[in-house]
C-alpha cells in the first residue's frame, strides 16, 4: 500500500459531484512540489488542437476529461488491480501550448516531458489531438527507437497536407519514423477503416514494415486473436501506447473531430486496452476527445475508462520494475 498522499478521494467519504476535478481524484502535483520527484505515474492534460485539420476541440479535452474522470473509482473489478495502491498515481498538470504556434507548443510540450521523465516518472497523457503525440515521443524516445500500439480510425502516417505542411494530427507518425522515435517493426495500427484521399499512409507503413490491422481483420479474427499477435508484435522492448478515441463506433464517441462509421463498441474499447498487460509500457495517451462535439460527456467518460485499464497495465509495469 502506497503513501496515503497519493490515494485518490473516494466517493464514499466525499461525493463524486463534489471538489476540485483532478484526474481520478488524485493530488495534483505541479514541478515544485515536494513530492514530485517520489510519483510513479503521472497523468498529464494536453490541451491542444493546433494540428486538427478539420472538426476541432481536443484542446478542451483535458477539462472534461478531468471532470468526467471523477466517476473512476479504485479498482478494476474484472482484474482486481488497484493501480493507486500498487504505485504512486498523481495529476501533474496541464503543459501550456502556444495555441498560435505548432513548432513553439511543440517545443513546450517535449520540454515538459523531459522534466517528467528525468523525475523518473511515467507518463500518462490525456489530449489534445493526435499531433500531441510527435513532441511527447520526441522526449521518450531520445535514446532509442520504441515500439508502439497503436488504435485508430486513421493511421496518421501521411507525408504532408495543404501541399507540405508537414506537421498535422495525420503526419504525427510519418515524423515519428522518420526521426528514428520508433522502430517501423515494433509497431501496430489496430482498426483502420474510413474512405480514404489514396493509399500512401499505407504504401508507407508497407515499405517501413508497420504492421496495419485493419477492420475488416480485426472483427474477423477477433480482440484476443487481434491482441495476442500485438503483444507479439510490441515483443519484450520498450513500447509506446497510443490511443485515439476515433478508434471506437461514433455511436459510443461522437465527441471526435474525425470520426469514422464501423469500429468497435465501447466494451471492446476497453478490452484492447486490458489486453495490453504483458507488454512493457513506458508511456500512453488517449487522444481526440473533443467535447464540443459531445457535450453529454458520454464520450469523455468512456475516454477515461480507457485511460484507467492503461494505468492499471502501467501500474503493473512500473510495480515490477520496482519490486
Ligand atoms: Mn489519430
Ligand atoms: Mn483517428
Known sequence: MSDVFFQPVSGMDLPRFAGVPTFMRLPLVGFDHDRFGDVDIGIIGVPWDSGTTNRPGPRHGPRQLRDLSTMIRAENAATGVRPFE?????????????????????DRITAFYDHVLKAGIMPLTAGGDHLSSLPILRALARDRPLGMIHFDSHTDLFHSYFGGTMFTHGTPFRRAVEEGLLDPKRVVQIGI????????????????????????????????????????????GETYVTYD??????????????????????????????????????????????????????????GVSIMFELLCVMAGVRARATG
Do not use: H, W
Open 245 to 302: 478515441i476515433d478508434f471506437v463506433d461514433p455511436s459510443f464517441a461522437p465527441g471526435t473531430g474525425t470520426p469514422e462509421v464501423g469500429g468497435p463498441n465501447s466494451f471492446e474499447a476497453l478490452m484492447v486496452a486490458r489486453l495490453l498487460e504483458g507488454v512493457n509500457v513506458v508511456g500512453a495517451d488517449l487522444v481526440e476527445v473533443s467535447p464540443p462535439f459531445d457535450q453529454t460527456g458520454g464520450t469523455a467518460f468512456l
Open 193 to 236: 477503416r474510413g474512405t480514404a484521399y489514396d493509399m500512401e499512409d499505407r504504401d508507407f507503413a508497407r515499405a517501413e514494415g508497420i504492421r496495419i490491422i485493419p477492420i475488416e481483420e480485426y472483427f474477423k479474427r477477433g480482440v484476443d486473436d487481434v491482441m495476442a499477435e500485438a503483444r507479439e508484435i510490441a515483443g519484450t
Open 86 to 106: 500498487a504505485v504512486n498515481c498523481a495529476d501533474l498538470g496541464d503543459v501550456g501550448p502556444n495555441p498560435a504556434d505548432i513548432v513553439d507548443s511543440m
